[in-house]
Nanobody, 124 residues
Framework: QVQLVQSGGGLVQAGGSLRLPCTAS????????MGWFRQAPGKEREFVGA????????NYADSVKGRFTISRDTAKNTVYLQMNSLKPEDTAVYYC?????????????????WGQGTQVTVSS
């Protein structure tokens, strides 16, 4: 079983940037497809972005496309969500997740492993 530990997050003004790390232990992240989700209070968990195990396929939600980027540092066994041009509506708890299947998946129920989440608050 892989454990996902998140850090980063915090308070940022609209238009600013944050980078959220997600570090794996127990297994290498290269064995998994990775996704990022977010959840605002009282709302369902929402897809943000994902890539396949090889990194050859990616998908981003329309709401973040062009602003957010997922990357992976193999040496550090860490994936990152780089968030630029942040908006108040981006405020949420952000989660990284992993699954061992094929392709890019956007539904949270197909992911097997989850980070603990980190709060991102964007002020206006």
């Amino acid at each position: 079983q892989v454990q996902l530990v998140q850090s980063g997050g915090g308070l940022v003004q609209a238009g600013g940037s944050l980078r959220l790390p997600c570090t794996a232990s127990g297994r290498t992240l290269s064995s998994y497809a990775m996704g990022w989700f977010r959840q605002a209070p009282g709302k369902e968990r929402e897809f943000v972005g994902a890539f396949s195990r090889s990194g050859g396929m990616t998908n981003y939600a329309d709401s973040v496309k062009g602003r957010f980027t997922i990357s992976r540092d193999t040496a550090k066994n860490t994936v990152y969500l780089q968030m630029n041009s942040l908006k108040p509506e981006d405020t949420a708890v952000y989660y990284c997740a992993a699954h061992g299947g094929y392709g890019v998946r956007i539904l949270p129920n197909v992911y097997d492993y989850w980070g603990q989440g980190t709060q991102v608050t964007v002020s206006s």
